[in-house]
């Protein structure tokens, strides 16, 4: 027995929802093949594509680690397993890369024991693999990596996700500078502490946000996709942030904002064309400062 499972890319805090707010994009993502074997106990045969950065060790790994802690969940503690992790997206990019394996993971060993509940049982279990990869088992790139679309974590305990609805054209471009930002830094210089108003402006601006994605309004989408709290301290770790921002809007872009910790950005826009140009110029301006970079544009 063996399955072949594919899980996406995500764009985590979509600018002003941070830790609450995700969706998934058609591409980059990453691939797992499982295998049943016959001596018990998890091993991990082959990891592709991560220029030997992340542990062939499944006590180590985020993907075995999440897969067994599902499996002594359903008292299959003493299965044989083997795991070929096929990276195809950077690592550190914010772009959801350890949730795209763990999903891929645990969506594998779901379809292997035949658990056809709603896969959103496997949340938890990709909360684990999130806690340690980065220290904080966050949800908004798991969640949406598993159900797909656009997801909101209404609550962490207890655990309450809401999939949202999204206007059908809506385009997203995504540009990956390559530099390294790893989630665990990221949040470290997040301040604790805010005032009442911007807490004001964060939560008018995450309804407008919701609103938007139910009554399909683009521009109340992209006037709502403003963060006073994190952005500005995020922003110090991304190359040109401002600079690439105003590339994005003076071409068309409704929204303009870092893809989860950075160093990724995106924006949002109402055709192909458009996203395909934004990348383009974001990639130009980026090799002008001798940063490679990958761009990547989607539907949602
Ligand atoms: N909400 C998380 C953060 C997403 O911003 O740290 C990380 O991809």
Request: glycine fraction near 10%; aromatic fraction near 6%; charged fraction near 20%.
């Amino acid at each position: 027995d063996s399955v072949h499972v594919f899980a996406p890319a995500t764009v985590a805090n979509v600018v002003c929802g941070f830790d609450v707010l995700g969706f998934a994009v058609n591409e980059p993502g990453d691939e797992v093949v499982m295998r049943v074997k016959d001596t018990p106990g998890i091993t991990i045969s082959k990891i592709t594509g991560d220029d030997g950065r992340l542990p062939l060790d499944p006590a180590k790994n985020t993907v075995s680690v999440s897969v067994q802690h599902y499996l002594n969940s359903i008292g299959r503690a003493d299965i044989g397993l083997d795991i070929e992790l096929h990276k195809k997206m950077p690592i550190g990019s914010g772009l959801g890369s350890s949730s795209a394996s763990t999903v891929a993971g645990l969506y594998a060993i779901k379809t292997l024991m035949g658990d056809d509940r709603d896969p959103i049982n496997l949340l938890p279990f990709a909360m684990k693999g999130e806690e340690m990869a980065c220290g904080h088992g966050h949800a908004d790139n798991v969640a949406p990596a598993l159900l797909g679309g656009f997801v909101l974590i209404r609550s962490y305990e207890p655990l309450d996700v809401v999939r949202l609805p999204h206007p059908k054209d809506l385009w997203c471009a995504v540009v990956f500078p390559d530099v390294d930002v790893p989630t665990r830094e990221a949040r470290q210089i997040i301040r604790n502490k805010i005032n009442m108003k911007d807490a004001v402006t964060q939560w008018g601006n995450i309804a407008g946000l919701v609103s938007g994605l139910f009554m399909q309004d683009i521009d109340l989408i992209g006037r709502s996709m403003k963060d006073v709290l994190v952005e500005p301290v995020r922003s110090m770790l991304i190359p040109d942030f401002y600079k690439m921002r105003e590339i994005a809007m003076s071409n068309g872009a409704v929204s303009f904002g870092i893809s989860g910790s950075g160093p990724s950005v995106f924006a949002f826009t109402r055709d192909e064309q458009t996203a395909k140009d934004i990348t383009q110029k974001l990639q130009q301006h980026l090799t002008g400062l001798k940063i490679g970079s990958n761009t990547y544009v989607s539907t949602i």
